[in-house]
T-cell receptor
Framework: GQNIDQPTEMTATEGAIVQINCTYQTSGFNGLFWYQQHAGEAPTFLSY??LDGLEEKGRFSSFLSRSKGYSYLLLKELQMKDSASYLC??????????WGAGTKLIIKP | GAVVSQHPSRVICKSGTSVKIECRSLDFQATTMFWYRQFPKQSLMLMATSNEGSKATYEQGVEKDKFLINHASLTLSTLTVTSAHPEDSSFYIC???????????FGPGTRLTVT
């Protein structure tokens, strides 16, 4: 079966750095997405990785290792507004998005 | 670019009535649209995928006669919840992608409450 694992909840301090991990086992791979979702709102796109390595975009970076079936989202200089759920999703061989359950990130002052 | 709207944002209806939710891509042609449901503190659950001009493909466990999906044009898809019951109360979110574009652009969601 297809499976995506990410921690249920994480807590970090304002101004710090946090890494949210995602491991996946899917039938084929055509890329991995990270989305941010604030409570009561729809997800918003953060990043897309299809090749191994680190993609940096401002305070957010996303890393992918296809051989390990592993990705992480790195958030630097955390701000209170970063409190949200972070969803990992993999595009499988049928180009269907397989969603993780999301990681709820709590930022404390 | 790539803006998706959803209407209404909130709806309250009585049990047994039907509710229609519209999803529109405002600045691109959405060859594929997706309908998701999300219960509180849970992840997105894909209900169905629809391609313009063809019948929607429903996920296992989703009743196609209860959740009617129409994707009549490249900019509009509708989800009708028929004979709604309180257990259908949820956050319904649509997303859309263009041809050869696998990123999904999400609408703002519709919160349905069935009393």
């Amino acid at each position: 079966g297809q499976n995506i694992d990410q921690p249920t909840e994480m807590t970090a301090t304002e101004g710090a750095i946090v890494q949210i991990n995602c491991t996946y086992q899917t039938s084929g791979f055509n890329g991995l997405f990270w989305y941010q979702q604030h409570a009561g709102e729809a997800p918003t796109f953060l990043s897309y990785n299809v090749l191994d390595g680190l993609e940096e975009k401002g305070r957010f970076s996303s890393f992918l290792s296809r051989s390990k079936g592993y990705s992480y989202l790195l958030l630097k200089e955390l701000q209170m507004k970063d409190s949200a759920s972070y969803l990992c999703a993999v595009l499988d061989s049928n180009y269907q998005l397989i969603w993780g359950a999301g990681t709820k990130l709590i930022i404390k002052p | 670019g790539a803006v998706v709207s959803q209407h209404p944002s909130r709806v309250i209806c009585k049990s047994g009535t039907s509710v229609k939710i519209e999803c529109r891509s405002l600045d691109f042609q959405a060859t594929t649209m997706f309908w998701y449901r999300q219960f509180p503190k849970q992840s997105l659950m894909l209900m169905a995928t629809s391609n313009e001009g063809s019948k929607a493909t429903y996920e296992q466990g989703v009743e196609k006669d209860k959740f009617l999906i129409n994707h009549a044009s490249l900019t509009l898809s509708t989800l009708t919840v028929t004979s709604a019951h309180p257990e259908d109360s949820s956050f319904y979110i649509c997303s859309a992608s263009g041809q050869n574009d696998y990123e999904q652009y999400f609408g703002p969601g519709t919160r349905l409450t069935v009393t």
